[in-house]
T-cell receptor, first 112, second 115 residues
Framework: KAGVTQTPRYLIKTRGQQVTLSCSPI?????VSWYQQTPGQGLQFLFE???????NKGNFPGRFSGRQFSNSRSEMNVSTLELGDSALYLC???????????FGPGTRLLVL | AQSVTQPDIHITVSEGASLELRCNYS??????LFWYVQSPGQGLQLLLK??????LVQGIKGFEAEFKRSQSSFNLRKPSVHWSDAAEYFC?????????????FGGGTRLMVKP
């Protein structure tokens, strides 16, 4: 089976812009979670989607949002980008909620 | 609230030497526990997991970990380290139910291997 794929792999944006990141889960996986990784804060949970519904959200401002489609693919959006949003954004999928999560390679976002 | 502590930020070992990476967790009940490894510029690769049963779990690449409930620990071990094991290692705790999919990670331990 193909692993979790994320596009694009690298992005450069400027402050105030918005960005959309995409994640395709492993075939048959219905749960998709997003994490932000920064040198200062480490790995932090952003949100989880299951059956096209956001089930959990981490402690992030409303500028961070996401959605899940009927084929389980997910997108996350960050509006009004700030310098501190520069990070590696990781997507993970699992067959069902509460099961082992498998991670994609990440999208590295640089905000200038 | 759940939390994970990895006390060692950096560890350097010689190739062929044994390795133990420490992980302590805080969780209200028996958690799901994971070790992931990350090479530079890459995502996270699952090394092993503990859900239930035997407290000594085997993973990929010759790694093993032992769940010790009394010590709230889940330390990762390898008897003989290879140069290719140099990477960052993350311990994580997850909810033991289908009520949540949030993983809480430790700060990571960066492993360097001396030739």
């Amino acid at each position: 089976k193909a692993g979790v794929t994320q596009t694009p792999r690298y992005l450069i944006k400027t402050r105030g812009q918005q960005v959309t990141l995409s994640c395709s889960p492993i075939s048959g996986h219905r749960s998709v979670s997003w994490y932000q990784q920064t040198p200062g804060q480490g790995l932090q949970f952003l949100f989880e989607y299951f059956s096209e519904t956001q089930r959990n959200k981490g402690n992030f401002p409303g500028r961070f949002s996401g959605r899940q489609f009927s084929n389980s693919r997910s997108e996350m959006n960050v509006s009004t980008l700030e310098l501190g949003d520069s990070a590696l954004y990781l997507c993970a999928s699992s067959p069902q909620r509460g099961e082992t999560q498998y991670f994609g390679p990440g999208t590295r976002l640089l905000v200038l | 609230a759940q939390s994970v502590t990895q006390p060692d930020i950096h560890i350097t070992v010689s190739e062929g030497a044994s390795l133990e990476l420490r992980c302590n967790y805080s969780y209200g009940a028996t958690p799901y526990l994971f070790w992931y490894v990350q090479s530079p510029g890459q995502g996270l690769q699952l090394l092993l997991k503990y859900f239930s049963g035997d407290t000594l779990v085997q993973g990929i690449k010759g790694f093993e970990a032992e769940f010790k409930r009394s010590q709230s620990s889940f330390n990762l071990r390898k008897p003989s380290v290879h140069w290719s094991d140099a990477a960052e290692y993350f311990c994580a705790v997850g909810a033991r139910s289908n009520a949540g999919n949030m993983l809480t990670f430790g700060g990571g331990t960066r492993l360097m291997v001396k030739p």
